[in-house]
């Protein structure tokens, strides 16, 4: 599907895609630094070495960007490639790669901050949170609800609610070890402690729904 953020500015004149990331890099180092009302399309401009009329070109307003970003941050980790079900790929296997992906995009520096900033901002501003949910977790959840729902009709796995089961994955993968993470009462998993993890969640899934 294509991008329309790169659709023709005009007769011939098709956006910079160099600058888009530019654009969306400086946005996301903001909005973290920063908080969202403390960072201005002025200042992304000014981080990204843009003019804010080539910021606005390519997104209408903050909110849009806030959300681009946040979609753009989800992608680098977990682009939509993770959830393709393969014929020759055992679904354990395609398991494992996304609950590395996700472990490792929910345990980032950024994502932690990400989601400490929502908390804080949730009482105040319900849009917000809402746009930050919508353009990341949701479209996560809509991924893995497809993937397993492939895996259902395909019979490799007894899932009679796709979407349920997504949720209890994604939930199981977090753990208690994230809550602490995002209470700053916990340091980031050792690499073999992750993968540990990461693999025994995998297990108890697959033994939750075995045909």
């Keep these: 599907m294509s991008d329309p953020s790169l659709q023709a500015n005009g007769p011939g004149r098709p956006k910079d895609p160099a600058k888009r990331r530019a654009i969306l890099e400086a946005a996301?180092?903001?909005?973290?630094?920063?908080?969202?009302?403390?960072?201005s399309m002025d200042a992304i401009a000014a981080e990204a070495g843009v003019?804010?009329?080539?910021?606005?070109?390519?997104?209408?307003?903050?909110e849009t960007?806030?959300?681009?970003a946040v979609k753009a941050k989800c992608e680098e980790?977990?682009?939509?490639?993770?959830?393709?079900?393969?014929?020759?790929?055992?679904?354990?296997?395609?398991?494992?790669?996304i609950g590395r992906a996700f472990h490792t995009l929910i345990c980032s520096r950024e994502s932690i901050a990400l989601h400490r900033l929502m908390m804080s901002l949730?009482?105040?501003?319900?849009?917000?949170?809402?746009?930050?949910?919508?353009?990341?977790p949701q479209q996560l959840l809509d991924e893995?609800?497809?993937?397993?729902?492939?895996?259902?009709?395909r019979g490799l796995l007894a899932i009679d609610e796709p979407?349920?089961?997504a949720e209890h994955f994604f939930c199981l993968i977090k753990g208690g070890h994230n809550f602490r993470l995002l209470c700053g009462c916990a340091?980031?998993?050792?690499?073999d402690d992750a993968e540990a993890h990461v693999r025994e969640v995998v297990e108890l899934f697959i033994r939750a729904y075995r045909p």
């Design 187 to 191: 340091e980031p998993m050792s690499p």
């Design 28 to 39: 996301k180092s903001l909005f973290l630094r920063n908080g969202y009302e403390g960072s």
């Design 163 to 165: 979407r349920h089961a």
């Design 77 to 97: 980790l977990m682009p939509e490639l993770l959830f393709e079900l393969g014929d020759e790929v055992p679904v354990e296997t395609v398991l494992l790669n």
């Design 51 to 62: 003019s804010k009329l080539t910021v606005y070109s390519h997104f209408t307003d903050k």
């Design 65 to 68: 960007l806030f959300a681009a």
């Design 144 to 153: 893995m609800s497809d993937l397993l729902d492939q895996v259902r009709r």
């Design 122 to 136: 949730a009482a105040q501003d319900a849009k917000l949170a809402n746009i930050f949910y919508h353009s990341g």
